[in-house]
């Protein structure tokens, strides 16, 4: 049900699975402009930027492109504004992927005047707004209008504007067949939010739970990421993200019966994942698992499992790992008697 007092954020989140064809057609659409870039100044590699949410998006989509065989690395807008060089050498040789919700954010927009000083030549905006002054600098802009949110906390812009960076990657790599098989997200989406949504509110709810841990290993590190800030924003819980098999080495030491471990579980790397998980329990803690396919066995033997069941590869689903995980945080939010809508000190985007 719609709580009246804190409507946006949840009208956000359930939204997702309506919003996401426009990002795919958005996306689809500049598939073939992207390439013909590509072409006539293939770079050294690409350069993912953001902040915050953004930085954590580019941390997944820079892993999703060496997956595909590119060169790219992802940093905070803010380290590629005042250092440049020193964190990035050769800028004139790799592309800049600037992405902002907002396309307003002075350290994306200052990145990108730092990158153009060092000689640098493609910039890419990823934003939800087609007259900031991010689209307005960059060669070419992928804009998803209907993502826009009067949240502060992003939730459907961030997973609009991934899938926009799943196809530019795809237009890059001459995956032309990428935009079809996103086509049955939507409608998965909605499934997962109708099936899975009392389990958020439940766990959101559950008192017993003071600590909140997320673990992802590559694409799914930077969703881990997200869930996390999700979770700190929303709801002021102690939250962290770990790749998961560091969660051994150190911090899982936290773990006892007032810790929830979340693990977002991979095709490559399950085993591995699960196992973590299945440890964590047997120290007390409780444990939820987000996997494509599988029984509670093979996933560690969570005391929660959802099961996202969509036939596509790790790479392709990225965007179902997220919204039951956002309203996890928002139920939290509302068990602490908190305005998800309006997070402490937060505003929707930094402008210095």
């Not at 954010?105 to 030549?121: H, K």
């Not at 609009?160 to 996103?182: F, K, N, P, T, V």
Request: proline letters at 5%; aromatic letters at 6%; a negative charge.
């Amino acid at each position: 049900m719609l709580s009246s007092s804190h409507p946006h954020t949840y009208q956000e989140i359930l939204s997702q699975p309506e919003v996401w064809p426009e990002a795919l057609a958005v996306g689809q659409a500049s598939m073939p402009r992207i390439r013909a870039l590509w072409e006539g100044n293939r770079p050294g590699g690409l350069l993912f930027i953001g902040c915050g949410s953004t930085y954590y998006l580019s941390l997944t989509a820079a892993a999703l492109a060496r997956r595909a065989g590119l060169m790219a690395s992802a940093m905070p807008a803010s380290e590629v504004w005042l250092l440049g060089e020193e964190v990035w050498p050769g800028q004139n040789r790799v592309w800049l992927i600037a992405v902002s919700r907002s396309g307003e954010t002075s350290e994306t927009l200052g990145a990108v005047e730092t990158f153009r000083r060092a000689g640098g030549q493609v910039v890419i905006a990823v934003t939800c707004e087609p007259e900031s002054e991010l689209a307005r600098r960059a060669d070419w802009a992928l804009v998803v209008p209907g993502a826009r949110e009067q949240s502060i906390a992003q939730t459907r812009s961030f997973t609009s504007m991934l899938l926009l960076c799943q196809l530019l990657l795809a237009g890059l790599a001459g995956d032309g067949g990428l935009a079809e098989r996103l086509r049955v997200l939507p409608a998965l989406g909605r499934r997962l939010l109708d099936q899975y949504g009392g389990l958020a509110a439940a766990l959101g709810g559950d008192g017993r739970v003071e600590r909140f841990f997320f673990l992802g290993n590559g694409p799914l590190y930077g969703l881990a990421q997200e869930a996390m800030l999700k979770m700190k924003e929303m709801s002021l819980s102690h939250s962290e993200a770990f790749h998961t098999l560091e969660f051994r080495h150190g911090p899982k030491s936290l773990v006892d019966e007032r810790a929830l471990v979340v693990g977002l579980l991979s095709d490559q790397t399950q085993p591995q994942e699960a196992a973590v998980l299945a440890e964590m329990r047997a120290l007390g803690g409780h444990t939820l698992a987000l996997a494509n396919e599988g029984d509670a066995a093979s996933c560690g033997d969570p005391e929660y499992l959802i099961c996202l069941g969509s036939g596509l590869r790790t790479a392709e689903r990225l965007v179902l790992y997220l919204p039951v995980l956002q309203l996890l945080a928002y139920h939290r939010a509302l068990a602490r008697g908190l305005d998800p809508d309006q997070p402490r000190h937060l505003s929707a985007a930094v402008v210095l």
